[in-house]
């Protein structure tokens, strides 16, 4: 108890900001996730998929809990804040269902999920404590699962009769999808922080820089044979991409 207690005690503002704001994009991923499943079902999609999907809420509220219980033994006192605007997924007007599974599934799962593997690897690496260790454990292993789902997802709504249609929305809206990973996980300014305090990594934090060395990994490990599988050709989209302001 002694040594947990001083473990707890290391923790800091950033460690408890980040692990807050682990709870809310977790919980967030499973209001989403419970709505894109109710999608399926409208669609007539496969029921593997619709009971993946709801799997994976359950998953998404149990990171949510295990990153709540993390947050408070780091001396968190707050509770998550989300606009409830940003706990819906929005239809775009005039544009068939198929359309917007698409854009979630391939945006929020094909590439989302599938960078987060091994960024969640990455940051489970150097933790130490016990509290955060057991979510990062649980949160890395239905990852794969999680990304498993957007492929899955993804070949059997290009085998559907809108396979011409969806094909034109991904080469219209990758690079754009590609942006925001970049911006969200390897921002310019990034680059120059390349280092870490013991305690946040103690805590299941990584050093910025890493941040993008996992992003371009991915893009060759992952993002680029995956999608080449389903006959599409992601690099011109990822470099746009990358030279995009």
């Not at 947050?71 to 707050?78: H, Q």
């Not at 590439?111 to 509290?131: D, H, I, M, S």
């Not at 371009?216 to 389903?230: G, N, S, V």
Request: hydrophobic residues 45%; glycine residues 6%.
């Amino acid at each position: 108890m002694a040594a947990r207690t001083r473990a707890h005690a290391e923790a800091n503002d950033h460690v408890r900001q980040q692990w807050l704001m682990r709870v809310e994009a977790e919980y967030r991923s499973a209001v989403l996730t419970q709505e894109l499943t109710l999608w399926l079902m409208q669609a007539g999609a496969s029921p593997d998929l619709i009971h993946d999907g709801l799997r994976i809420v359950e998953d998404e509220l149990m990171h949510a809990e295990l990153s709540m219980e993390t947050y408070l033994a780091a001396g968190g006192t707050k509770g998550p804040t989300m606009a409830r605007d940003t706990l819906t997924l929005p239809r775009r007007a005039g544009e068939m269902l198929e359309h917007d599974i698409l854009r979630v599934g391939v945006d929020a799962f094909c590439l989302g999920e599938t960078v987060a593997v091994p960024l969640f690897k990455n940051l489970r690496e150097g933790c130490t404590v016990p509290v955060a260790r057991k979510a990062l454990d649980r949160i890395l292993r239905d990852e794969v699962r999680h990304r498993a789902f957007g492929w899955t997802l993804l070949e059997w709504m290009l085998e559907t009769p809108h396979a011409t249609s969806l094909r034109g929305v991904i080469e219209r809206e990758l690079p754009g999808w590609f942006r925001r990973i970049r911006r969200s996980y390897a921002p310019a300014y990034a680059e120059r922080l390349d280092t870490i305090a013991d305690v946040d990594r103690a805590w299941g934090l990584m050093a910025p820089a890493r941040y993008g060395a996992v992003v371009e990994r991915t893009w060759e490990r992952d993002w680029k044979p995956r999608f080449a599988k389903l006959s599409i050709d992601a690099a011109p989209a990822w470099e746009r991409a990358k030279t995009a302001p």
